[in-house]
């Protein structure tokens, strides 16, 4: 199976630039999306295919895929940026899909 | 407004079944690829299974052929059957809709999602 591996958590001062790794095996090959989920919340849709953003996603969101590690980036962090962070894809070697572990951003 | 709304969760004992319903609205389930997403209470987000538009369905191998994913068409519902049901299936469960980009056809990022509902598997 295809494991795609985390940080458990991240912290980042107000305004500064958030990054969250997602590790997997030659993952640059593959399609990666990204969901933000708030305390007992639905997951939200921030990034798919890698980088793009679905519409009222604010462009401080951006996602970039390479090699062996596909990352989001949240940049001028706001407090309501604080929530749990999870990295998606296909994988199509055994038509399945896979959640990372989860990144919780901090907001100092 | 476009929105899917599960139910069907609750207690059940071990060994037991359970069946979630998911409803949508301002959208064709039976039109759109869906899919069954479950977190454990303080934990991840764990993929469960899929039914495509054309109605060939996917199953996490952790499952071993507990569930089955199918949908009514006339009530534009989604369902997850779930039987045999052990301690590691209590979860939140969510349904979600796979995204479809104008242009681009459908991408397999999940861009509507459900509420969820709780199940509990405990004696």
């Known amino acids: 199976s295809y494991v795609l591996t985390q940080p458990p958590s991240v912290s980042v001062a107000p305004g500064q630039t958030a990054r969250i790794t997602c590790g997997g095996n030659?993952?640059?090959?593959?399609?990666v999306h990204w969901y933000q989920q708030k305390p007992g919340q639905a997951p939200v849709l921030v990034v798919y295919?890698?980088?793009d953003r679905p519409s009222g996603i604010p462009e401080r969101f951006s996602g970039s895929n390479s090699g062996n590690t596909a990352t989001l980036t949240i940049s001028r962090v706001e407090a309501g940026d604080e929530a749990d962070y999870y990295c998606?894809?296909?994988?199509?070697?055994?038509?399945?899909?896979?959640f990372g572990t989860g990144t919780k951003v901090t907001v100092l | 407004e476009v929105q899917l709304v599960e139910s069907g969760g609750g207690l059940v004992q071990p060994g037991g079944s359970l069946r979630l319903s998911c409803a949508a609205s301002?959208?064709?389930?039976?039109?759109?690829?869906m899919n069954w997403v479950r977190q454990t209470p303080g934990k991840g987000l764990e993929w469960v299974s899929s039914?495509?538009?054309?109605?060939?369905?996917y199953f996490a191998d952790s499952l071993k052929g507990r569930f089955t994913i199918f949908r009514d068409n006339s009530k534009n519902t989604l369902y997850l059957q779930m039987n045999s049901l052990g301690a590691e299936d209590t979860a939140v469960y969510y349904c979600?809709?796979?995204?479809?980009?104008?242009?681009?056809?459908?991408?397999?990022?999940?861009?509507?999602w459900g509420h969820g509902t709780m199940v509990t598997v405990s004696s």
């Open positions: 030659n993952i640059e090959t593959k399609s």
């Open positions: 998606h894809l296909w994988y199509s070697s055994s038509d399945r899909y896979v």
């Open positions: 979600a809709r796979r995204f479809y980009s104008e242009g681009r056809g459908y991408r397999h990022a999940f861009d509507i």
């Open positions: 301002g959208f064709t389930v039976s039109s759109n690829h």
């Open positions: 039914i495509y538009s054309g109605g060939n369905t």
């Open positions: 295919d890698d980088s």
